[in-house]
């Protein structure tokens, strides 16, 4: 081979070898991955109990906040309306206080009489002592009340547990209990999840972490729809910090807008 051409191949190489490329795995098409709903929430009781409100079915979209499913609660809402009454009385309260009051009318008339010499000083210590003893009345009273408002927060907090509401904008994947069905603490009872967006995470070769970063857009290529299918856009939302030594690659997040509610768990291409 002549020596000019044989030192236009290997420059030719080297070009190849130096061009930009598309990231993408050892597969072709793309690095190889599976969507997965952006949240998905197994929900529980905390506490034993008896279900008696259940609204919705398997497949129902909801919103955040929205009660799902409710145990037996009658016993606990009269306990809460004899503590909500008796946090809210204020009676002894103001009895101590209109007791401290004259408590400290009488030392004040029994100190003017003690300056004309009509009042002992004897009776002068007793009246300052009935205003101590008052003062510490009023002080215990209002403890006794604050007490009572904490014991009403409590068994609100405790019928609040007594309910699942959803911690997601979503819909019910799983429903795992019935009405009048006594469950468990602990136990599954429903399933929340969001697949819009969703997420995917690819295993992106470790040699091209210096050409990743966050934002930049993703192109999704589903498995089953064959190559002629479109593609979806996504972007990158989180990359990893830790590589899985086994594999040599990073974990790679993308984010995928989901209008058309195309299910989770689709195997998909992922170039960027």
């Not at 309260?93 to 009051?101: D, K, P, Q, V």
């Not at 300052?128 to 609100?156: C, G, N």
């Amino acid at each position: 081979m002549p020596k000019r051409g044989f030192c236009s191949l290997i420059l030719l190489s080297l070009a190849v070898a130096t061009s930009p490329r598309p990231l993408q795995a050892a597969v072709a098409g793309g690095i190889r991955a599976v969507t997965r709903p952006s949240a998905d929430v197994m929900l529980s009781f905390v506490q034993p109990g008896r279900i008696v409100f259940l609204p919705f079915k398997e497949g129902d979209t909801i919103k955040a906040d929205q009660v799902l499913v409710r145990q037996d609660d009658a016993a606990e809402q009269i306990q809460l309306a004899q503590l909500k009454a008796q946090a809210e009385d204020t009676t002894q309260i103001r009895a101590a206080e209109a007791s401290l009051a004259q408590k400290k009318v009488d030392l004040a008339k029994l100190e003017k009489a003690a300056a004309s010499n009509a009042a002992t000083t004897l009776e002068v210590e007793h009246a300052r002592l009935d205003v101590t003893i008052a003062e510490l009345s009023l002080q215990l009273a209002q403890f006794e009340h604050e007490q009572a408002i904490r014991k009403y927060q409590e068994l609100e907090a405790r019928i609040k547990n007594m309910q699942i509401a959803s911690p997601i904008d979503g819909k019910i994947e799983q429903i795992a209990v019935e009405v009048g069905e006594s469950v468990n603490a602990l136990a599954d009872a429903i399933r929340v999840v969001r697949t819009d967006p969703l997420w995917i995470d690819a295993p992106v070769p470790l040699q091209e972490r210096s050409r990743l970063s966050l934002g930049i857009p993703a192109h999704i290529q589903i498995v089953e729809a064959g190559l002629g299918a479109e593609t979806l856009e996504g972007r990158v939302i989180f990359v990893g910090t830790v590589a899985d030594a086994a594999s040599g690659t990073l974990r790679v997040r993308i984010e995928v807008p989901n209008k058309t509610g195309r299910p989770a768990g689709e195997h998909v291409l992922v170039s960027f």
